[in-house]
């Protein structure tokens, strides 16, 4: 018979290997989870002198993302070393490859989370985030255009990561460099979003349905009219002495609003879904949009939007929450981080 310190050894030894295999299976779009923190952090950041909320809440956010942004970057680069057919795999996917950018525009996050706290800092994040998203962009944009296997069906709002990521870049920028880098950002992400968002509606109406996975990255199509408006603010309030609201910046924040109710309409076909990490896609958005109203509730000092506003920071807190204890639960019960059927 196999002695004791043998048996237990033995499982010590089955356990690393089942961690090893599944560390292959870690995907790139586990940074999506960051871009939730970071940017529900951001948005309790704005809200706090705007509806006296307790300045704690943010501090506590921004550590919760420093850290998850830590342990994934950890173990995504680990995967990379001993996995790096998994990551080449990763991005020669036409879906996948879009979840990259995800790590610059977690370093772009937290430029803007450290603007008010320590300029210093703020400015190193966004140095190096503006830099690898503008890499990213150019690569991912060259491979679009020169990978021949690419099909309709293949689009998704993913798909607006790498591109529309651009606009968040003058939101910190136009304090750490030239305004007219932060325009460059602007435009490129606001010019490719109109394209994009053509090509998206097109694949909705004409072809069949999102995977079940994908339906969560749904919510995504509202982030970039709520960014494109936070961003123009900044630029313009850069710009124009005294500069509060027109009428391109309306435009913005109402079809971000627009299609954010129209995709709570679709809520039936969202609480059915079963978890997956896709289920992150949720939060960025949603900060997103939140964030946009709560400068409109500044600008325009009308209840409607400080009410409003109100209701989605609670909203956005309780599904941060939901999304922690359900991604925390799958690890522990071994359903994510497995091979994809």
């Known amino acids: 018979m196999m002695?004791?310190?043998?048996?237990?050894?033995?499982?010590?030894?089955?356990?690393?290997?089942?961690?090893?295999?599944?560390?292959?299976?870690?995907?790139i779009s586990f940074f999506a989870a960051v871009l939730g923190l970071t940017g529900t952090t951001i948005a309790f950041q704005r809200a706090e002198r705007l509806l006296a909320l307790p300045f704690a809440i943010s501090s506590i956010?921004?550590?919760?993302?420093?850290?998850?942004?830590?342990?994934?970057?950890?173990?995504?680069?680990?995967?990379?070393?001993?996995?790096?057919?998994?990551?080449?795999?990763?991005?020669?996917?036409?879906i996948k490859i879009n979840f990259f950018p995800t790590i610059s525009i977690s370093l772009l996050l937290f430029g803007i989370a450290f603007m008010r706290l320590n300029s210093d800092i703020s400015r190193a994040f966004w140095i190096a985030g503006a830099s690898a998203h503008l890499v990213f962009t150019i690569v991912i944009l060259s491979a679009w255009i020169q990978r021949t296997t690419l099909q309709m069906q293949h689009i998704n709002p993913a798909w607006f990561i790498p591109m529309v990521g651009n606009m968040i870049v003058p939101i910190a920028g136009v304090e750490h460099a030239p305004i007219e880098i932060s325009w460059f950002f602007f435009s490129v992400g606001l010019i490719f979003w109109i394209v994009l968002f053509t090509l998206f509606m097109e694949r909705m109406i004409f072809h069949?349905?999102?995977?079940?996975?994908?339906?969560?990255?749904?919510?995504?199509?509202?982030?970039?009219?709520?960014?494109?408006f936070i961003s123009y603010l900044r630029l313009m309030e850069h710009e124009v002495s005294g500069?509060?609201?027109?009428?391109?910046?309306?435009?913005?924040?109402?079809?971000?609003?627009?299609?954010?109710?129209?995709?709570?309409?679709?809520?039936?076909?969202?609480?059915?879904?079963p978890f997956y990490l896709s289920w992150w896609a949720y939060s960025f958005?949603?900060?997103?949009?939140?964030?946009?109203?709560?400068?409109?509730?500044?600008s325009t000092n009308l209840l409607f939007f400080r009410g409003l506003a109100y209701v989605l920071l609670i909203a956005l807190g309780a599904l941060i929450a939901i999304l922690l204890f359900r991604t925390i639960a799958a690890i522990v019960q071994q359903k994510i981080f497995v091979e994809e059927e």
């Open 208 to 228: 069949p349905p999102l995977p079940e996975r994908l339906a969560p990255t749904l919510f995504i199509v509202i982030a970039p009219p709520a960014i494109g």
């Open 3 to 27: 002695d004791q310190p043998s048996i237990h050894g033995a499982a010590a030894d089955q356990s690393r290997a089942a961690a090893r295999l599944r560390l292959q299976y870690v995907p």
């Open 285 to 298: 958005p949603m900060a997103a949009i939140a964030i946009a109203t709560v400068l409109m509730a500044s």
């Open 61 to 94: 956010l921004l550590v919760a993302s420093l850290a998850a942004f830590l342990a994934i970057a950890v173990i995504y680069a680990l995967k990379a070393a001993r996995y790096p057919d998994a990551v080449k795999r990763e991005f020669a996917h036409p």
């Open 243 to 273: 500069f509060d609201l027109d009428g391109f910046a309306r435009i913005l924040y109402y079809l971000a609003l627009f299609i954010f109710v129209v995709l709570l309409t679709q809520y039936r076909q969202f609480v059915k879904l």
